[in-house]
Structures are given as structure tokens and as C-alpha cells.
């Protein structure tokens, strides 16, 4: 049974940092990994997204480059999502997906939305300004 795993939510001040960290198992590898995120009351928007097998293809939102940045560590089956100089327009719960099928892995590198992407629990960030 595949479980995603989120942790390293909490609370900080604009401008300031948090590692957030999704650790996967029941599966042997997942080709390609994301964060999305969601406030209440609107739909999951992706944040940032790998090719776990080739580290240097990765795709950003607009909103987070030069701000963000994913990362994995195979060994440990866990990727990571740095996030500094956070804003408070940044507050949302994270969520780690991955890919359910051919299909859905396309989606995870496109930052597309499916709700049949296998998702963890997810993990809240909170920015006061």
C-alpha cells in the first residue's frame, strides 16, 4: 500500500524559511514527485515538481521560483521541498503526490491536478506578515 508521508509544516514570519519533507513508501520507485497546496476554499495548486530519475528536470509555478526549491534523497525514499523568503500569500496546506499511472506522471511533471494521484495527509504552512 503506497503512503506519502508530510512533515515540517508550522508557522513563520514573512521572509523566513521551512524544509518541508515527504517520505513514500509501499512502492519501489516513483519516477516523478510534486507539492501541490490548497487554502480553503479553492483547488489544489502545484508548486513544484521532479523527474526523480533524472534530478535536473524540474518545473516550478511561477509564483515560487527563485523561492522554492525540490530536492530528494533516494536512499531515504524522501523529497524535500525548501521554501524561503516566504509570504503570507504562501499559507496553505502542502500536500506530496506522486504518480498513480503512466497518465497521472505526466500530470505530476506538469504540475496538473488529479485526485487520483496518490496524495499524503498533507501539512500546514502559515506566513504572518
Known amino acids: 500500500q503506497v503512503q506519502l508521508v508530510e512533515s515540517g509544516g508550522g508557522s513563520v514570519q514573512a521572509g523566513g524559511s521551512l524544509k518541508l519533507s515527504c517520505v513514500a513508501s509501499?512502492?519501489?520507485?516513483?519516477?516523478?514527485m510534486a507539492w501541490f497546496r490548497q487554502v480553503p476554499g479553492k483547488g489544489r495548486e502545484g508548486v513544484a515538481a521532479?523527474?526523480?530519475?533524472?534530478?535536473?528536470?524540474?518545473n516550478y509555478a511561477n509564483s515560487v521560483k527563485g523561492r522554492f526549491t525540490i530536492s530528494q534523497d533516494n536512499a531515504k525514499n524522501t523529497v524535500y521541498l525548501q521554501m524561503n523568503s516566504l509570504k503570507p500569500e504562501d499559507t496553505a496546506i502542502y500536500y506530496c503526490?506522486?504518480?498513480?499511472?503512466?497518465?497521472?506522471?505526466?500530470?505530476?511533471?506538469?504540475?496538473?491536478?488529479?485526485?487520483?494521484?496518490?496524495w499524503g495527509q498533507g501539512t500546514q504552512v502559515t506566513v504572518s506578515s
Open positions: 509501499g512502492y519501489e520507485y516513483f519516477r516523478r
Open positions: 503526490a506522486a504518480p498513480y499511472n503512466g497518465d497521472n506522471a505526466r500530470c505530476i511533471a506538469a504540475l496538473i491536478d488529479r485526485d487520483n494521484h496518490y
Open positions: 521532479m523527474y526523480t530519475e533524472s534530478p535536473g528536470i524540474i
